[in-house]
């Protein structure tokens, strides 16, 4: 690839300070980067607080970001509408709401000069609560369960079949070529997709590297983001297991398929909130069920990828 540009692409929907602060923490490095393009907000928000558009707005018009406003919020569609708006040789997507590493582009450039071959980097993303720790992994399973468990708070860099989309940066070529994120995962939610994409890139034979060097520290703001249709805990909505059936139903074979929808289902309702409150347990099996049901229905549909990029 030689010296490859960067670009950066944060998607949000209903995030105002937190989106602010995080754009506020990359300024200096997207400055003092050489490789650098530009920034591109994909923001899916029907209208903001008054200072968060202030701000957008004069980072928009000054040429500090470029920002691009979507009608209703889907977020494959806005992963998608990034790599298309992006023209860089790489493009690192971020979450709205996270706190980066002092080298987190540095870092990921340098993933990517090392090992140009690379389709993804997937750097270390740290929860609330969690810190950086020396955590082996040893894969197991099939196609589908293997490196599902990986703990992206590791210090060990290593080759993966799964990513994190918060602090995630792609090849854009060989991302476009794969057909970009699966446009069928139910938005705004859509649980799995990234799994999805990156178990696709591997069945392509392309290669995901770990580095725990570029580093991000999530927030996880409680409000805004998935967090704007409620909590999934008393839901009876099907938006929130929809994609991870479909994700398995995609990429197991027949076993694993049950498997690993058998014990999401149950999974679901095993838990100290449903222990305190029981009466939610038979509302969120009931989304659950509806889950299924929807997700069996996409397995059927061709996956919606970018049209005309993929093989």
Not at 145 to 168: D, H, K, W
């Amino acid at each position: 690839m030689g010296s490859p540009r960067l670009s950066i692409v944060i998607i949000t929907y209903n995030r105002e300070q937190v989106l602010v602060d995080t754009i506020r923490y990359l300024l200096p490095q997207v400055q003092a980067c050489a490789a650098f393009d530009d920034i591109i907000v994909v923001d899916q928000t029907t209208a903001h607080e008054r200072e968060t558009e202030k701000a957008l707005s004069g980072w928009n018009e000054s040429g500090a970001i470029r920002w691009v406003r979507l009608r209703k919020p889907d977020l494959t569609g806005a992963m998608n509408r990034g790599l298309l708006e992006a023209t860089s040789d790489l493009v690192l997507y971020l979450d709205d709401d996270i706190v980066p590493g002092d080298e987190l582009l540095h870092n990921h450039l340098a993933a990517h000069t090392a090992r140009p071959h690379l389709a993804a980097v997937v750097g270390q993303v740290l929860q609330p609560g969690e810190h950086p720790e020396p955590l082996t992994y040893l894969p197991r399973g099939g196609s589908l369960l293997r490196y599902m468990q990986f703990p992206f708070r590791s210090t060990i860099a290593c080759y993966v079949e799964n990513a994190m989309a918060g602090n995630l940066s792609v090849n854009r070529e060989k991302a476009l070529a794969a057909g970009g994120f699966d446009e069928n995962f139910t938005p705004p939610v859509a649980s799995r997709f990234e799994s999805e994409f990156a178990k696709r890139l591997v069945a392509r034979g392309e290669s995901l590297w770990f580095e725990p060097a570029a580093s991000i520290r999530h927030l996880a703001a409680s409000a805004g983001g998935t967090r704007s249709r409620g909590s999934h805990l008393n839901s009876g909505s099907p938006r929130y297991g929809v994609g991870d059936y479909y994700f398995a139903m995609l990429h197991g074979n027949s076993w694993e398929t049950l498997r690993y929808c058998i014990r999401r289902f149950f999974r679901e309702v095993r838990t100290r909130y449903h222990l305190a409150h029981p009466w939610y347990i038979p509302v969120k099996l009931w989304g659950e069920f509806r889950a299924i049901l929807q997700a069996l229905a996409l397995s059927r549909r061709p996956q919606k990828l970018l049209k005309g990029q993929h093989d």
